[in-house]
């Protein structure tokens, strides 16, 4: 089965989606990732008020396989995380697009043009 891909996000080649909203982004991990991570066991996200740096890593996603670090997408604020996630990490095999990990406030919204748009994406996977 291919992984879904919606076309109005933008992607990390790390395998993170992004959606823009004004000066925010909320961010999540892709179809493509969590099914090859596997069942996801463990989420680590980060608190609110943390500094992110573009393509640092800002998390961590465990699963039956691995763990994995996750990349900020943008530099920005993490100004909300999804704690109904981190209690139920099998949400993100579940729906990877409705379950988000954070939403970052950017301060270089000009990084979402480094971004994969869907097309880009699909020919990364």
């Not at 890593?57 to 100004?79: M, N, Q, R, T």
């Not at 379950?99 to 996977?125: F, H, Q, R």
């Amino acid at each position: 089965m291919a992984a879904k891909i919606p076309e109005n996000l933008k992607y990390t080649k790390e395998h993170e989606w992004c959606a823009e909203d004004g000066d925010t982004v909320t961010v999540g991990i892709t179809d493509f990732a969590q099914s090859s991570l596997g069942d996801i066991v463990f989420v680590e996200l980060p608190d609110v008020g943390t500094q992110l740096k573009k393509d640092e890593p800002f998390g961590v996603v465990e699963s039956i396989k691995s763990v994995s670090d996750l990349y900020a997408p943008v530099s920005g604020e993490v100004v909300e995380k999804n704690a109904d996630v981190e209690e139920s990490p099998e949400l993100l095999n579940e729906e990877a697009y409705s379950s988000w990990l954070i939403k970052v406030k950017m301060t270089n919204p000009g990084e979402l043009g480094e971004l994969l748009d869907a097309k880009a994406y699909e020919d990364l996977c």
